[in-house]
């Protein structure tokens, strides 16, 4: 059975576990303050899940999804997440992150920076541009009129596949826009930013995006 370590218990982390073991996947959720703090939820979640460290979820997972906040991806363990794929769901708010001067200048983007902090570990932009309650609510079987697509964008082919099967599973399309690069077209302030989109929509809204908001 696969495995993900997830790093960031937030709304948007918890909500990933719950659907992730709602389709049989074992999770491994960790957050800052540590495991202790994460009786609750985890009894929640049920037997599949369990509570640990970020460097204990990052060695179990299989993949693993980061979602803490940008300031702190320079605490995330590199050697338990090498080789593997990490799916980023950061956006750049710098009234919580501080300014980063390299993504108001549009020199830089925040997977981007993620990706920098793990060399070695393929790194997948995912789930940034949805409301987390959604995450569990919104999905459809695949083939639905109307089914909401999700973006992703990585450096690597099989970060985007792992992204777009997952994506599916949960009830998701997938558009992909392409390297970690382009990333910032649906991050926060753009067009496709928590709006209900189709595939041909979020194409659309992607496209359209301005560089500097």
């Known amino acids: 059975m696969t495995t993900i370590g997830i790093i960031g218990a937030g709304h948007i982390g918890s909500q990933i576990a719950r ?3 709602q389709l049989g996947y074992d999770v491994v959720i960790s957050n800052s303050r540590g495991p202790e703090t994460l009786t609750d939820l985890v009894a929640d979640l049920g037997p599949r899940a369990r509570a640990a460290s970020a460097a204990e979820a990052a060695t179990a997972g299989d993949f693993a999804v980061v979602t803490v906040p940008l300031k702190s ?13 990490v799916i980023d769901t950061n956006n750049y708010y ?7 001067p390299e993504l108001d200048n549009g020199e830089a ?3 981007g920076l993620l990706q920098k902090h793990l060399p070695t570990s393929k790194v997948a932009k995912g789930f ?3 409301m987390a309650r959604e995450i569990t609510s919104n999905g459809a079987p695949a083939g639905t009129p109307g089914r909401r697509a999700l973006a992703t964008a990585s450096d690597y082919a099989e970060a985007a596949e792992l992204v777009t099967r997952f994506y599916d599973e949960f009830g998701f399309d997938t558009v992909n826009i392409g390297p970690l690069s382009e990333s910032w077209r ?3 302030d753009r067009p496709a930013y928590v709006v209900r989109q189709t595939a041909d929509e979020l194409t659309e809204s992607a496209a359209r995006a301005p560089r500097i908001v």
């Open 109 to 111: 983007t925040t997977s």
């Open 94 to 100: 710098w009234e919580r992150d501080g300014r980063f």
């Open 186 to 188: 649906v991050e926060r």
């Open 19 to 21: 659907k992730a073991v």
């Open 128 to 130: 940034n541009h949805i």
């Open 73 to 85: 991806i320079g605490d995330l363990p590199v050697q338990p997440l090498a080789g593997k794929v």
